[in-house]
C-alpha cells in the first residue's frame, strides 16, 4: 500500500517561516507530479503550489514570492517552504502526489497538516 505523509505544520507569528515536508512510502511506484493544497475553515480547498518530476513548479498568485516547492525524487519527497507567512495562511495543509502503481494512475493524499499563523 502506498501511503503519503506530511509532516512540519505548526503554529508560527506572522512574518515567520515553516517548512513541510511530505513523503511517500510503498514499493512498485513513479511519482510523477506532487502539489500542495490547503484548506481553511469555510473555504474550499486551493491548489497552492505543484512541481513536477522533472520540478518545474507554479503558484497560486497568494503565495508567490513567498512559498517555494522543491522536491527530492530519491527520497520521494516534495518540500514546501513557507515565509513572509500571513495570518490568511492559516489552514490545513494537504500534499498530493499522482502516483502510477499496479492499482493504476491515481492521486494520493496525505492526512494534512495545519498551519496557524498569528497576527
Known amino acids: 500500500q502506498v501511503q503519503v505523509v506530511e509532516s512540519g505544520g505548526g503554529l508560527v507569528q506572522a512574518g515567520g517561516s515553516l517548512r513541510l515536508s511530505c513523503a511517500a512510502s510503498?514499493?512498485?511506484?513513479?511519482?510523477?507530479?506532487m502539489g500542495w493544497y490547503r484548506q481553511a475553515p469555510g473555504k474550499q480547498r486551493e491548489l497552492v503550489a505543484t512541481?513536477?518530476?522533472?520540478?518545474?513548479?507554479d503558484y497560486a498568485d497568494s503565495v508567490k514570492g513567498r512559498f517555494t516547492i522543491s522536491r527530492d525524487n530519491a527520497k520521494n519527497t516534495v518540500y514546501l517552504q513557507m515565509n513572509s507567512l500571513k495570518p490568511e495562511d492559516t489552514a490545513v495543509y494537504y500534499c498530493?502526489?499522482?502516483?502510477?502503481?499496479?492499482?493504476?494512475?491515481?492521486?494520493?493524499w496525505g492526512q494534512g497538516t495545519q498551519v496557524t499563523v498569528s497576527s
Open positions: 510503498g514499493s512498485g511506484f513513479i511519482i510523477n507530479d
Open positions: 498530493n502526489a499522482d502516483i502510477e502503481s499496479a492499482l493504476g494512475y491515481l492521486p494520493y
Open positions: 512541481i513536477t518530476r522533472a520540478g518545474s513548479s
